[in-house]
């Protein structure tokens, strides 16, 4: 017995797994562990990354307004510094200026050349190439409110119908001071749904802030059109940007081809079957 325990094989093996078991501890010891879990900075990141993508702006724009700001600045405060930024870029291209590392949208996506000659037609027709959607909040719920009341439930229904005709890309701009409580001078109605349309990533709000007691708001018409033609998509508004018409030619062109007027009807939304008014 005392001799099979002490079997020369035996021990060889026991001696091999003693070698290779040290070998493991050795090496969990001095390599470092990896961690794999994913910390609050990059989930916040994650998010204004998101946040400035779909609004039409490079990851690097994004770092460059982080880099100014700080990582822990707050969306209205990046998406004017976004807007800032693409205006810079705007007029270093109309001076004949370029930054070959920042990209422009409209270079990656569309010219004015490769738009369709009947930009509207595809709106419900065909889901794999449907534009994408820029409302102007503010108009919808005021023409749902009579002109007299903010009511966000007229913003959710124009979404919902766009959303049942199989559209993906829909945006939603309202001033930021809409999230304030209900006043007798600015009334305001179902302002959950704001909320829950933020969360969505379906509402952005444009920034707004008080300065001595008096309210600055950022044009939300300008981040509206800027929006639609960088993304190649469509304007819902029943205004028609006159004055940014006059900023740019291309604008006025595009304003003139792709704004999507609507009504109401009580609680029902009804853009027109044909907007362009050709049949």
């Not at 094989?9 to 493991?24: I, K, T, W, Y």
């Not at 009579?146 to 009511?151: A, G, I």
Request: aromatic share 8%.
């Amino acid at each position: 017995m005392k001799q099979f325990c002490q079997s020369p094989g035996l021990e060889s093996n026991l001696l091999q797994c003693s070698e290779v078991l040290q070998d493991f501890n050795i090496d969990t010891k001095t390599k470092p562990k990896v961690d794999l879990r994913i910390t609050d900075e990059d989930k916040v990141y994650k998010t204004k990354m998101e946040f400035a993508l779909k609004l039409g702006y490079s990851e690097e724009q994004l770092q460059m307004v982080l880099n100014k700001l700080g990582t822990d600045a707050v969306p209205n405060d990046i998406l004017g510094e976004l807007v800032k930024l693409g205006n810079k870029l705007d007029s270093d291209a109309s001076s004949g200026r370029s930054n070959p590392r920042i990209i422009n949208l409209r270079d990656t996506t569309s010219t004015d050349s490769q738009r369709s000659d009947s930009p509207l037609e595809d709106i419900v027709d065909d889901g794999n190439n449907l534009k994408p959607v820029v409302i102007d909040g503010s108009n919808v719920a005021m023409s749902h409110g009579n002109k007299e009341v903010f009511s966000c439930r007229g913003i959710k229904l124009a979404v919902d119908w766009f959303l049942e005709r199989a559209h993906k890309d829909i945006t939603v701009f309202v001033p930021a001071w809409r999230k304030e409580q209900s006043r007798p001078d600015a009334l305001i109605t179902d302002q959950e749904i704001l909320r829950k349309l933020e969360k969505d990533k379906i509402l952005v709000f444009t920034p707004s802030r008080r300065v001595q007691g008096r309210r600055v708001v950022c044009y939300d018409d300008r981040f509206i059109v800027k929006l639609a033609y960088e993304s190649d998509g469509i304007i819902v508004s029943n205004d028609n940007y006159r004055d940014l018409q006059n900023e740019k030619p291309e604008w006025k062109k595009f304003i003139d081809e792709r704004l999507l007027m609507y009504s109401f009807v009580n609680d029902k939304f009804m853009p027109p079957d044909d907007p362009l008014g050709r049949h």
